[in-house]
């Protein structure tokens, strides 16, 4: 078996975890590493999984995990690149243990604040903890970014150059 396509098979599976929350179909590593039959796909998850970097469920679809040498935690982003995703491994800067009784339905992220935002009760330096999505909801707080890279956090609408990234779920003050 080739190494190297392998090792592009884990950074896929474990690229897609880290960003939706949901390991990737047998047909999406196909197309991403560029292999051509499925059985193929299979023959090398199966090895990883004898290596011990991945346990399959076989019982279930999209059920790959990836042993704990993986880094567990939330992603922390900072300085996103243009033409970036907010997610891309570009910008996660580390990973941070957050443990939460709350299930979401996207995948969480973090970032640092650059600057303060009294009217939130935020201060520079604190760290957010936000649902990835790209509607602002009403009555919560909306994580914007421009075409910069720059964030910025409303309750209202922002004028035109910002998108809506996420909603914040929970923010951590070190003392």
């Known amino acids: 078996m080739n190494n190297q396509r ?67 935690g939330i992603p922390v982003i900072s300085g996103i690149r243009e033409n970036s995703e907010t997610l891309d491994e570009c910008n996660i800067i580390r990973y941070y243990d957050f443990l939460s009784e709350v299930k979401h339905k996207h995948p969480l992220f973090a970032f640092c604040l650059e600057s303060e935002y009294p009217e939130f009760a935020f201060l520079r330096g604190d760290m957010l903890i ?21 964030l910025k956090l409303t309750d209202r609408e922002l004028p035109g150059g910002y998108r809506a990234v996420g909603t914040v779920v929970s923010a951590i003050r070190h003392f």
């Not at 292999?35 to 399959?56: A, F, M, N």
């Not at 990835?132 to 919560?140: A, M």
């Open 6 to 72: 392998s090792e592009d098979i884990l950074e896929f599976v474990q690229k897609c975890i880290r960003q939706n929350g949901i390991a990737p179909s047998v047909r999406e590593i196909m197309q991403a590493v560029g292999v051509r039959s499925t059985s193929t796909v299979h023959r090398y998850l199966h090895q990883l999984e004898k290596d011990g970097k991945l346990q399959i469920d076989s019982a279930k679809k999209r059920a790959i995990f990836v042993s704990s040498s993986v880094p567990e």
């Open 130 to 150: 936000a649902e990835k999505n790209d509607i602002q909801q009403y009555g919560k707080i909306t994580v914007f970014l421009n075409d910069s890279g720059e």
